[in-house]
């Protein structure tokens, strides 16, 4: 290359990089939908298009994701979803598993009192009754404005003509494979003797049924018709305890939502019997409370100040947090600033408080992001965050003989004892113990923010106990640090939940530097390839909308 060449090329390089602009997601003008699976996403931003709110786009979203997603979309599982109108009005839809009615807080005991492995994990006895489409149901009775036929449609077209796998979705599928064989008495179809690769394709012709039945005869068919029928044959074969009454009680619930400030923001987040509210807030105020100045994002200081107030956040959800229908959780006391200033009054800015010192224990925790949110926007303003779940991957591994789908592990969620840690490390006591119809406690997190009355941001993440606190370090990354939504997504995670007493971090989340600078104040350190997988939205200051979909998986934002 000719000298002046190479300078010209080495010149224009570094000016790029002197001005590398912010790194933005998908801009749009008028609405945006950001989910876990591109087909999902483009089902979503079809009904958007063709001129269905928000919620109607969400109930679309969530049947597609029950089919291109089975890991985590679902109809055999539960969740919740936050939502704001375009004329300000806020409410939540709790749509979480319920305890069977012939569940007890000993179900997964020993006679020696000791829990009994696999149990509350893995098969039958590991279900609790699922509330994915009475939600659905409530959500398009309140809010839908497309007939609900046309909603299923895309779901079931989905899972007729077949979903072609990515990438993860097969690797995924390959992990489970032993899993699938153990949990179920019938071939299955996510099950393939030599291995799934990108690129099958997977035609579910019984969940295609299936769905045909929600689409024409509506929740009737999953709670007491033919669904019914099978998911209590599907027990029955199998020693699983939900009944058919089960079913046919289960109810979802609108929830006034747990509001909040900061800063200039009003946060809007889910209340019991998630436990996401609660410690979102406890943590935002926490942070005005200990009266921290501005710390550089991921330095020494910034992460023992998060560490710090999520030890302490994730202490008072194992004692106090479960579901309110049934234990009076100390919701205004635990948000009272007066407690919250309290309870960092031990705060050290130069050395860990040793979790132990409130209660030790040893934990082992599952590597696992298998729950999923994602975030709508429509043309209007309507705005809905929903996060939903099986639990684990695929959740109890049970897929129902004739109506072929999965269904949940969510009794795992439950205090199985007190003290005993659950799939994520997460111990609880009394508050989340189990009761026979009773909601298990959760960490599902979606939020919505305004600033100055208008909507800001609509923010969500799976990640289990990680949930919580990816979607308090994703608003801090844009309120506090300057971040687009694209790069807060983006940036390192870091958690603390209190026991086990660590800093769980992804790799390259911060520099040797500062590890040691933490080891010094005491931290130690568990490192998981990822925290969090965050789909959120904000409207930015001209009005258009960003919408950032988590490189960590293959989720993707779609807006026009
Ligand atoms: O409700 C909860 O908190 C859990 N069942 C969520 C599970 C989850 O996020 C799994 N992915 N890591």
Redesign the pocket.
């Known amino acids: 290359m000719q000298p002046f060449k190479l300078f010209a090329v080495l010149l224009i390089a570094s000016l790029l990089f002197a001005c590398k602009s912010p790194t933005q997601g998908v801009i749009a003008d008028q609405a945006m939908v950001v989910t876990a699976h591109p087909d999902a996403s483009a089902i979503g931003h079809d009904i958007l298009r063709m001129g269905g709110n928000a919620y109607d786009a969400a109930i679309a979203v969530q049947f597609a994701l029950a089919v291109a997603y089975p890991r985590a979309g679902n109809i055999g599982g539960g969740g919740f979803a936050v939502i704001r109108t375009a004329d300000g009005q806020s409410t939540t839809l709790d749509f979480r598993e319920k305890a069977p009615l012939a569940a007890s807080e000993t179900m997964y005991l020993d006679e020696l009192g000791k829990p009994i492995e696999k149990l509350s994990t893995l098969g039958h006895y590991a279900v609790s009754v699922p509330g994915t489409v009475r939600g659905m149901w409530d959500l398009h009775q309140k809010y839908g404005s497309i007939p609900w036929p046309a909603l299923i449609e895309p779901a079931y077209y989905l899972a007729k003509n077949g979903v072609v796998l990515t990438e993860a979705e097969a690797k995924k599928l390959n992990d489970f494979q032993e899993a699938f064989y153990s949990a179920n008495d019938h071939a299955i179809v996510t099950l393939k003797d030599n291995g799934w690769q990108a690129g099958d394709t997977i035609v579910y012709q019984e969940l295609a049924a299936t769905l045909k039945r929600i689409q024409e005869q509506g929740v009737t068919d999953f709670y007491e018709g033919q669904t019914a029928q099978y998911i209590v044959e599907e027990m029955q074969r199998n020693e699983g305890i939900i009944t058919l009454e089960d079913l046919k009680k289960y109810e979802a619930k609108w929830r006034e939502p747990l509001t909040g400030k900061y800063k200039d923001y009003t946060v809007i987040s889910m209340p019991p019997p998630s436990s996401g509210g609660i410690c979102l807030l406890q943590l935002l105020q926490g942070i005005e409370a200990a009266g921290i100045v501005q710390a550089e994002h991921n330095s020494p200081a910034y992460i023992h100040m998060l560490s710090e107030l999520e030890r302490r956040a994730f202490a008072d959800r194992a004692t106090y947090l479960g579901d309110a229908d049934f234990y009076p959780v100390p919701i205004d006391s635990l948000l009272d600033p007066e407690y919250i200033a309290e309870n960092l009054a031990d705060f050290d800015l130069e050395s860990a408080t040793p979790s132990n010192s409130i209660k030790a224990g040893e934990v082992n925790v599952v590597e ?4 999923t949110h994602f975030s709508i926007v429509d043309a209007k303003g309507n705005a809905i965050a929903l996060t939903t ?1 099986l ?2 991957n695929y959740g109890s591994k049970v897929m129902v003989k004739g109506a072929g789908f999965f269904l949940n592990n ?1 009794m795992d ?1 439950f205090s199985v004892k007190p003290g005993v840690p659950n799939m ?1 490390g997460l111990v609880g006591a009394e508050a989340n113990k189990i009761e026979a119809e009773k909601r298990m406690l ?3 997190t979606p939020t919505i923010l305004e600033k100055e009355g208008e909507l800001f941001m609509v923010v969500g993440t ?3 106990s990680t ?1 919580i606190t990816s979607v308090f370090q994703t608003i801090l990354n844009v309120v506090d640090h300057g971040m687009t939504m694209q790069e807060a997504v983006n940036a390192k995670k870091v958690h603390h939940q209190w026991l086990p007493d660590r800093i769980l971090h992804e790799p390259n989340a911060f520099s040797k530097q500062t590890k040691a600078a933490l080891e010094a104040m005491g931290h130690t350190f568990e490192e998981r390839t990822y925290i969090g997988k965050v789909d959120a939205i904000l409207v930015l200051p001209d009005g258009r909308l960003e919408g950032a979909a988590d490189p960590r998986g293959d989720d993707v934002a779609m807006g026009f």
């Open positions: 696992s992001i298998e729950t779940t639990n684990g969510e969620d994520f959760s960490s599902m799976p990640g289990g949930i």
